[in-house]
């Protein structure tokens, strides 16, 4: 069984940088996709970094790009989201998930197309607040 845990959220001024981190057992990430995606209330989840785990290409979204990267440590079977120069706005839950890498996927999708529905595991998320 698939269990993805995160941690590392907190509350931190802006400015400030957070990392979080995501640990999975049950599974090695040899050939899959992790995601880090968000929610803010009142707003639906969205997919702000990724990571092809066999190649290791990483995507994030525009409003993060320069300021968060993703990354990969095989050993401890872990990713993790450096969060830097954060803004009240980045304030939410974040969340990891996986989806494995399948031949069909490859073919169908990119890794920051593949929707969020094709993520089959997730953990239970981390708070990020950004506040003065």
């Known amino acids: 069984q698939v269990q993805l845990v995160e941690s590392g959220g907190d509350l931190v001024q802006p400015g400030g940088s957070l990392r979080l981190s995501c640990v999975v057992s049950?599974?090695?990430?040899?050939?899959?996709?992790i995601g880090w995606f968000r929610q803010a209330p009142g707003n639906e989840r969205e997919r702000v970094a990724c990571?092809?785990?066999?190649?290791?290409?990483?995507s994030v979204v525009d409003s993060v790009r320069g300021r968060f990267t993703i990354s990969i440590d095989y050993h401890k079977n872990a990713v993790y989201l450096q969060m830097n120069s954060l803004k009240p706005e980045d304030t939410a839950v974040y969340y990891c998930?996986?989806?494995?890498?399948?031949?069909?996927?490859?073919?169908?999708?990119?890794?920051?197309?593949?929707?969020?529905?094709?993520?089959?595991?997730w953990g239970r998320g981390t708070q990020v607040t950004v506040s003065s």
């Open positions: 990571l092809r785990s066999d190649v290791g290409i990483t």
């Open positions: 049950g599974v090695t990430l040899d050939y899959y996709v």
């Open positions: 998930a996986t989806a494995r890498w399948t031949a069909r996927r490859a073919v169908e999708y990119e890794i920051y197309t593949l929707p969020e529905s094709q993520y089959d595991s």
